[in-house]
């Protein structure tokens, strides 16, 4: 190389660092943040995380800087609140100033700021407001979300039939059947369990939602202009997204073809009512791109999460068959072997439903939930946050926050049981978040684990090829604590 290019080469790196460095002590001048670990230029706190078990990693962090501390992930100082005290605060009693949504670099190169997962202001109220309201129900055709639960666990019965009680991974069914239900509601229709396209799209489901949780995904919303555009799994991940999305406007365009305004037969048929009836505003946000996208969020948020805590269930009634054996009592007293389970049954099973609440605690899916940002500048428990900053109000640290449960990291269902044996509500038990950016599925996703749990313990004994004692119910390390140890499980009929 002659001394020209070196001395090209050189300069550009200088200036690439002075442009870091600058970058950096910008965003460093924001006086009055919360205390935190001290950042290096450009990579920020990421040396001292460990972004395979980042809620961990806050835990301890949390030992040092107490229950609201700043860490930068790249260049991007985060906030973040650990415990109910601290979590409730923010999202319940200043619930406006953050109920705003963070940049999401991984999925934003092909979402935008559309749908109602990543937008923010009057788009997302419009959007939320107008899905949860169909969700419930209204104008969504003759069957109801809970009929539409109960035909698909029957089918689910029929599949596990035909395993003979031979051992099995549930995860492949459980996925299948709880995705169609969401598929029911969206598209009006359901798969069937060897449908090749459907097997496709969930592939590509999960192949999405590994990458955005794992490693990858936290270093690509630290870097998006770095790695964006290097070959491999990011432009894997573009390139998956990219085709989900091109199936969801297949399914739109056979919507409109199809579409009868006096009898709409799901969310995408309401949903085209809908941007009929505001065909002259200006301002409207119910156009295409908001279609689509809302479209990919519910099928997202409506299949891994319902599907990973039932798998996450099971696990834990193996573990427990006294437990296990307890419910089927109830299931017997209550619903019988001559029909089904309803939602109404709920209120008559008390054990069962402390058991559900305490597999949701226990297991703790979105452990360091979906990360939030503040919509003003605000002062909060004395520090300074300005207007953008991310927030992440950590779930984990509220489920198993010593303050409002007994055991925190046992399995323990007198959390949420009385003395005599009724549900014992707890406010720290939020699994779906709190405030205004609650889950909306939340209704939907509690309908289901009672359902698919109880239909499947009237109908099967659980059984383990493992002694219970041994099974460790410890989620799957470096994972991010998401997801559930793999298992097998025997079902046989009862
Ligand atoms: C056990 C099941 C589920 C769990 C544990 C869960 C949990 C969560 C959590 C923690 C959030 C983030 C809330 C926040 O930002 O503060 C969320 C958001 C969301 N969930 Fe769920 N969810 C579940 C099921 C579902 C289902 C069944 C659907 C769809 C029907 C769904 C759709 C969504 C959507 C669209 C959002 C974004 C909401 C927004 O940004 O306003 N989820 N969920």
Same mark, same amino acid.
């Given at each position: 190389?002659?001394?020209?290019?070196?001395?090209?080469?050189?300069?550009?790196?200088?200036?690439?660092?002075?442009?870091?460095?600058?970058?950096?002590?910008?965003?460093?001048?924001?006086?009055?943040?919360?205390?935190?670990?001290?950042?290096?230029?450009?990579?920020?706190?990421?040396?001292?995380?460990?972004?395979?078990?980042?809620?961990?990693? %806050?835990?301890?962090?949390?030992?040092?800087?107490?229950?609201?501390?700043?860490?930068?992930?790249?260049?991007?100082?985060?906030?973040?609140?650990?415990?109910?005290?601290?979590?409730?605060?923010?999202?319940?009693?200043?619930?406006?100033?953050?109920?705003?949504?963070?940049?999401?670099?991984?999925?934003?190169?092909?979402?935008?700021?559309?749908?109602?997962?990543?937008?923010?202001?009057?788009?997302?109220?419009?959007?939320?407001?107008?899905?949860?309201?169909?969700?419930?129900?209204?104008?969504?055709?003759?069957?109801?979300?809970?009929?539409?639960?109960?035909?698909?666990?029957?089918?689910?019965?029929?599949?596990?039939?035909?395993?003979?009680?031979?051992?099995?991974?549930?995860?492949?069914?459980?996925?299948?059947?709880?995705?169609?239900?969401?598929?029911?509601?969206?598209?009006?229709?359901?798969?069937?369990?060897?449908?090749?396209?459907? @097997?496709?799209?969930?592939?590509?489901?999960?192949?999405?939602?590994?990458?955005?949780?794992?490693?990858?995904?936290?270093?690509? *919303?630290? %870097?998006?202009?770095?790695?964006? %555009? #290097?070959?491999?799994?990011?432009?894997?991940?573009?390139?998956?997204?990219?085709?989900?999305?091109?199936?969801?406007?297949?399914?739109?365009?056979?919507?409109?073809?199809?579409?009868?305004? *006096?009898?709409?037969?799901?969310?995408?048929?309401?949903?085209?009512?809908?941007?009929?009836?505001?065909?002259?505003?200006?301002?409207?946000?119910?156009?295409?791109?908001?279609?689509?996208?809302?479209?990919?969020?519910?099928?997202?948020?409506?299949?891994?999460?319902?599907?990973?805590?039932?798998?996450?269930?099971?696990?834990?009634?193996?573990?427990?068959?006294?437990?296990?054996?307890?419910?089927?009592?109830?299931?017997?007293?209550?619903?019988?072997?001559?029909?089904?389970?309803?939602?109404?049954?709920?209120?008559?099973?008390?054990?069962?439903?402390?058991?559900?609440?305490?597999?949701?605690?226990?297991?703790?899916?979105?452990?360091?939930?979906?990360?939030?940002?503040?919509?003003?500048?605000?002062?909060?428990?004395?520090?300074? #946050?300005?207007?953008?900053?991310?927030?992440?109000?950590?779930?984990?640290?509220?489920?198993?926050?010593?303050?409002?449960?007994?055991?925190?990291?046992?399995?323990?269902?007198?959390?949420?049981?009385?003395?005599?044996?009724? @549900?014992?509500?707890?406010?720290?038990?939020?699994?779906?978040?709190?405030?205004?950016?609650?889950?909306?599925?939340?209704?939907?996703?509690?309908?289901?684990?009672?359902?698919?749990?109880?239909?499947?313990?009237?109908?099967?004994?659980?059984?383990?090829?493992?002694?219970?004692?041994?099974?460790?119910?410890?989620?799957?390390?470096?994972?991010?604590?998401?997801?559930?140890?793999?298992?097998?499980?025997?079902?046989?009929?009862?």
């Amino acid at each position: 190389m002659d001394f020209g290019g070196a001395g090209t080469l050189l300069l550009a790196f200088g200036v690439t660092c002075l442009f870091c460095l600058l970058t950096w002590m910008k965003n460093r001048k924001w006086t009055g943040m919360p205390p935190g670990p001290t950042p290096l230029p450009l990579i920020g706190n990421l040396l001292q995380l460990n972004i395979w078990e980042l809620p961990e990693s %806050f835990s301890k962090l949390s030992q040092t800087y107490g229950s609201t501390f700043t860490v930068y992930l790249g260049n991007r100082p985060a906030i973040i609140l650990h415990g109910y005290d601290a979590v409730k605060e923010a999202l319940i009693d200043n619930a406006d100033a953050f109920a705003d949504r963070t940049k999401f670099p991984a999925l934003e190169s092909v979402f935008k700021d559309y749908g109602i997962l990543l937008s923010n202001g009057e788009r997302w109220k419009q959007l939320r407001r107008f899905s949860m309201k169909t969700m419930r129900n209204f104008g969504m055709g003759k069957r109801s979300v809970e009929e539409r639960i109960q035909e698909e666990v029957r089918y689910l019965g029929e599949e596990i039939k035909k395993k003979k009680g031979l051992p099995f991974d549930p995860t492949y069914l459980l996925t299948l059947a709880v995705s169609n239900i969401i598929c029911s509601i969206v598209f009006g229709e359901r798969f069937e369990y060897e449908d090749k396209k459907f @097997l496709g799209l969930l592939q590509m489901v999960k192949e999405i939602f590994a990458v955005v949780t794992s490693f990858q995904g936290q270093l690509l *919303n630290a %870097f998006p202009n770095l790695l964006r %555009f #290097i070959p491999g799994s990011y432009q894997k991940l573009y390139r998956d997204l990219t085709k989900l999305k091109g199936f969801v406007m297949e399914k739109v365009k056979e919507h409109q073809e199809t579409l009868d305004e *006096n009898c709409p037969r799901d969310f995408i048929d309401c949903y085209l009512i809908k941007m009929e009836q505001e065909k002259g505003n200006p301002d409207t946000e119910f156009h295409h791109e908001n279609l689509c996208v809302s479209v990919i969020n519910l099928f997202f948020g409506g299949t891994e999460t319902t599907s990973t805590t039932l798998k996450y269930g099971l696990r834990i009634l193996l573990k427990y068959p006294d437990i296990a054996e307890k419910i089927q009592q109830e299931i017997d007293s209550v619903v019988g072997q001559n029909r089904c389970p309803s939602v109404e049954d709920r209120r008559e099973m008390p054990y069962t439903e402390a058991v559900i609440h305490e597999i949701q605690r226990f297991a703790d899916i979105v452990p360091l939930n979906l990360p939030h940002a503040v919509s003003e500048t605000i002062t909060f428990r004395g520090y300074t #946050i300005p207007q953008g900053t991310t927030v992440f109000p950590v779930l984990t640290s509220v489920l198993k926050d010593p303050k409002y449960f007994k055991n925190p990291m046992e399995f323990d269902v007198d959390h949420f049981l009385d003395n005599d044996g009724s @549900l014992k509500k707890n406010e720290a038990f939020i699994p779906f978040s709190a405030g205004k950016r609650i889950c909306p599925g939340e209704g939907m996703a509690r309908m289901e684990i009672f359902l698919f749990l109880t239909t499947i313990l009237q109908k099967f004994n659980l059984k383990s090829d493992m002694d219970p004692s041994t099974i460790d119910i410890t989620p799957q390390p470096l994972t991010n604590g998401t997801i559930s140890r793999p298992y097998e499980l025997v079902l046989t009929s009862r």
